[in-house]
């Protein structure tokens, strides 16, 4: 009997004539698969290629999961190429740039200060570091190449920058001010020639003027407006810079020669500290309207005598040399310590800082207190507002650290005449200066200037579509990514913070333990003195959280001297190798 495999792998076999496989060789069967693959393959390509009727009839037999296989196989889209993303030059040259004052306002614990010095990383980044980034981010400045600095450090060159107050690390600000050349949305001065052209067609409008070069100009259009056709320079800013820093107003048209340092005529500042200072303990219960101080000078422990701060405040007014109220900075050689300070006061501040923490200003856990012995209000608020023409370095913290020493009795207010007393007092004492986190430069004013100021929500840009290119509803004030919403965010974090710590501090003032503390117990064992022990360390404010511990104190005017100003001055000098230079050239001459 011939085997069927014989005939051959060219043996064309239809559906319904099925061979019986069993009786072939293996090489018969290796052949038949092979020409089986080679025509599904082709069958395949084709149906991919050239779908239609001829791929309906190769599918006639099919069954439904590889009609619809093949469907999607054919009607599948073809992949589109990836595009490579690329980066748009900025071309400066096509915009017009005009010259702005900022005024903005941040909250600086979480900062090293202002100013940004060249090759100095600190851990935290300074204030004008985080303007310098959003001014470059809303590509609005164009400074000069400055090969010395690094990539990605702050550069004004060509900017004409200038800024009017410099706060130290931790210091606050809710009146700065800068000026600084910007980017405009004013289109740019056409040719005299473009402008000619532009006659002859009928289309031309504006006024003519000289360019540096002296080849006329003319501006395209006189119904730019030069606030509400303007780039909403404080919504931009504030949408890249961090919540703890706002852009409140921009003047449009400061004088040509302002600069935000020299034409500031005065700049006021506030440092807030609470009342008491620091948590009394029970020996100071007595509030300081009900003191007797007569035989002493020192005030109950954390209460502050504010009417001696108040007195003491007042003899910083007029024209002083403030060279004992200061930190001499060398690298300046300044030799002239006069300021004039406009007015200096110590005033209570009415705010929302509610919290309750009655016992703990009681001094008492016993909840029937008398309560016409003590008063059941929160802490009152209270800040020493200074205003001048200028300030020293560190200024401001050096009075705030006297008045403090005088508000808890350890000083008289007599102390700071002595100190402006420079005949008297030629040479500084040593003491510390008090914390820079309540320090706030308040504002920086322009009196003898007329400055316009747009302030942040007093217009919104709707009208002429200045919102699509950075405003909001609400000028950038409220609403949506308003500069209000997000501080609000920062406000509300530290509000929390501030209940659930007065909530647990009146907790521990409630719970167990006896009635009287441990101090009240060392009290009744005697070497006390008018609520003060003499063996304890004596407790100094100095505007920070806690009061610091110094031993036994000692009066300011019996304290070691610092070195005279000419003394520093010749120490920096001698130092970076400037007298040696100075003495050839006098001998020279």
């Known amino acids: 009997?011939?085997?069927?495999?014989?005939?051959?792998?060219?043996?064309?076999?239809?559906?319904?004539?099925?061979?019986?496989?069993?009786?072939?060789?293996?090489?018969?069967?290796?052949?038949?698969?092979?020409?089986?693959?080679?025509?599904?393959?082709?069958?395949?390509?084709?149906?991919?290629?050239?779908?239609g009727p001829h791929f309906k009839s190769k599918t006639k037999h099919c069954n439904r999961y590889e009609l619809l296989s093949r469907k999607a196989v054919s009607h599948s889209p073809t992949p589109k190429p990836t595009r490579i993303k690329t980066t748009r030059q900025f071309n400066p040259s096509k915009y017009s740039t005009r010259f702005i004052a900022l005024k903005f306002?941040?909250?600086?614990?979480?900062?090293?200060?202002?100013?940004y010095h060249a090759n100095n990383t600190t851990r935290n980044p300074t204030i004008e570091e985080e303007m310098w980034r959003a001014l470059q981010k809303a590509k609005l400045i164009f400074p000069n190449p400055n090969s010395a600095l690094k990539e990605g450090e702050p550069n004004w060159d060509g900017c004409e920058y200038s800024k009017s107050g410099r706060t130290d690390k931790g210091v606050s600000a809710f009146g700065q001010v800068i000026g600084i050349r910007v980017r405009s949305n004013r289109p740019l001065p056409k040719l005299k020639t473009e402008v000619k052209q532009e006659e002859d067609d009928g289309n031309a409008s504006g006024q003519s003027y000289a360019s540096d070069e002296g080849e006329q100009l003319s501006t395209v259009d006189e119904a730019f407006d030069t606030i509400k056709d303007e780039i909403p320079y404080p919504q931009i800013l504030n949408r890249l810079l961090p919540p703890e820093i706002r852009v409140l107003a921009w003047c449009p048209s400061p004088p040509a020669d302002f600069s935000a340092r020299f034409s500031c005529r005065e700049r006021r500042y506030k440092y807030f500290f609470m009342q008491p200072a620091f948590a009394p303990t029970s020996s100071s219960k007595e509030s300081p309207d009900t003191r007797n101080l007569n035989s002493s000078p020192r005030q109950r422990e954390g209460w502050?005598?504010?009417?001696?701060?108040?007195?003491?405040?007042?003899?910083?007014?007029?024209?002083?040399?403030?060279?004992?109220?200061?930190?001499?900075?060398?690298?300046?050689?300044?030799?002239?310590?006069?300021?004039?300070?406009n007015s200096a006061d110590v005033v209570e501040v009415k705010s929302g800082y509610d919290v309750e923490v009655s016992k703990v200003l009681n001094g008492s856990d016993d909840e029937s207190n008398d309560d016409s012995l003590h008063t059941?209000?929160?802490?009152?608020?209270?800040?020493?507002?200074?205003?001048?023409?200028?300030?020293?370095?560190?200024?401001?913290?050096?009075?705030?650290?006297?008045?403090?020493?005088?508000?808890?009795g350890l000083e008289f207010p007599s102390l700071i005449t002595n100190l402006l007393n420079i005949e008297k007092t030629p040479q500084r004492p040593t003491y510390d200066m008090a914390d820079a986190a309540p320090l706030v430069l308040e504002d920086c004013r322009f009196p003898n200037l007329d400055l316009q100021w747009v302030h942040l929500g007093d217009y919104t840009g709707a009208e002429r579509g200045i919102a699509k290119a950075g405003g909001s509803v609400g000028g950038g004030k409220y609403g949506l990514g308003g500069a209000v919403q997000e501080l609000w965010k920062v406000w509300h974090g530290h509000k929390i913070d501030e209940v659930l710590a007065g909530e647990l501090l009146d907790l521990m003032t409630r719970g167990g333990g006896g009635s009287k503390r441990e101090d009240e117990g060392e009290e009744e064992g005697g070497g006390i003195e008018d609520g003060f022990r003499g063996s304890q360390s004596q407790k100094v404010y100095l505007g920070g959280d806690a009061p610091r511990l110094v031993g036994k104190y000692s009066p300011v005017l019996e304290r070691p001297r610092m070195d005279s100003v000419a003394a520093i001055n010749e120490k920096y000098r001698r130092r970076k190798g400037l007298l040696e230079s100075n003495k050839a050239v006098s001998d020279i001459v």
């Open 1 to 51: 009997m011939a085997n069927p495999g014989l005939k051959g792998a060219d043996h064309h076999l239809t559906i319904d004539s099925a061979p019986d496989y069993s009786t072939w060789d293996s090489r018969h069967l290796v052949e038949r698969v092979t020409h089986l693959e080679e025509q599904l393959r082709t069958q395949t390509a084709k149906s991919v290629t050239q779908p």
């Open 105 to 115: 306002a941040y909250l600086g614990q979480n900062y090293n200060g202002l100013e």
């Open 304 to 341: 502050l005598d504010i009417q001696a701060m108040k007195e003491a405040a007042s003899k910083f007014e007029g024209l002083h040399d403030f060279r004992n109220f200061c930190k001499v900075d060398p690298s300046k050689q300044i030799d002239n310590f006069q300021r004039r300070i």
């Open 376 to 408: 059941h209000a929160p802490p009152k608020i209270y800040a020493f507002k200074v205003q001048g023409s200028a300030f020293l370095w560190h200024q401001v913290r050096h009075m705030v650290a006297i008045l403090f020493l005088i508000g808890q």
